[in-house]
Structures are given as structure tokens and as C-alpha cells.
């Protein structure tokens, strides 16, 4: 059975640092990424990683988070540097098992149980 288990929310004080970290059982997956929802707000795409190692931003955090994967140990993780106000939102593990990495919630298979970051200004 596909479970996907994050770790490391918490909260930080805006410029600061935290490290979420997401154990994944089954195989390799093809896409895996990291998804962010805050209240009464969509779910938006984070970071995509994919099956050759390529991996993929959106703008607004691009240079201050980094998304890597540890194949060995099935782990895949979430460095968020400088942290601002507006990256407050409940974060997510997502892989896909087939296809392509693209950013639509919908084409992910697997979900996580989310964490909570908040970053405090």
C-alpha cells in the first residue's frame, strides 16, 4: 500500500529556516513534488522533482527552497531558506506513478496527510 508521510513543520520567524522531510513506501515514483494550501485559498504546486533528478519551481520561491530525493531511502525533501510571510500554508508530498512531472494537483495519485509551516513576520 502507497503511503506518504511528512515531517519537519513548525513555526519560524520570517528570514528563517525549515527542512520537511516526506517517507514514501512503494516504488520509484515517476513525479514527486510538494504542494502548498493556505486558508481559502487553491492548492498550488511548490516544487516537482522527477524521475531523472530534474527538478522544478514556481517563480515566487525559486532560489530559496530546494527539492531532493533520496532514491535509497525513499525519502524526499523540502529545504526552505528565507522564509516569508506568504509561504504560510499547510504543505503536502505528492507522487505520481505514471505520465510525466507537471504542476495540476489532480494528475498526482498519492497524497500525503500535510504539515503545517507557519512563518511569522
Known amino acids: 500500500q502507497v503511503q506518504l508521510v511528512e515531517s519537519g513543520g513548525g513555526s519560524v520567524q520570517a528570514g528563517g529556516s525549515l527542512r520537511l522531510s516526506c517517507a514514501a513506501s512503494?516504488?520509484?515514483?515517476?513525479?514527486m513534488g510538494w504542494f502548498r494550501q493556505a486558508p481559502g485559498k487553491e492548492r498550488e504546486g511548490v516544487a516537482l522533482i522527477d524521475g531523472k533528478d530534474g527538478t522544478y519551481y514556481r517563480d515566487s520561491v525559486r532560489g530559496r527552497f530546494t527539492i531532493s530525493r533520496d532514491s535509497g531511502k525513499n525519502t524526499l525533501d523540502l529545504q526552505m531558506n528565507n522564509l516569508k510571510s506568504e509561504d504560510t500554508a499547510m504543505y503536502y508530498c505528492?507522487?505520481?506513478?505514471?505520465?510525466?512531472?507537471?504542476?495540476?494537483?489532480?494528475?498526482?495519485?498519492?497524497w500525503g496527510q500535510g504539515t503545517q509551516v507557519t512563518v511569522s513576520s
Open positions: 505528492a507522487a505520481r506513478s505514471g505520465g510525466y512531472c507537471d504542476w495540476p494537483p489532480h494528475q498526482f495519485d498519492y
Open positions: 512503494g516504488y520509484r515514483y515517476v513525479c
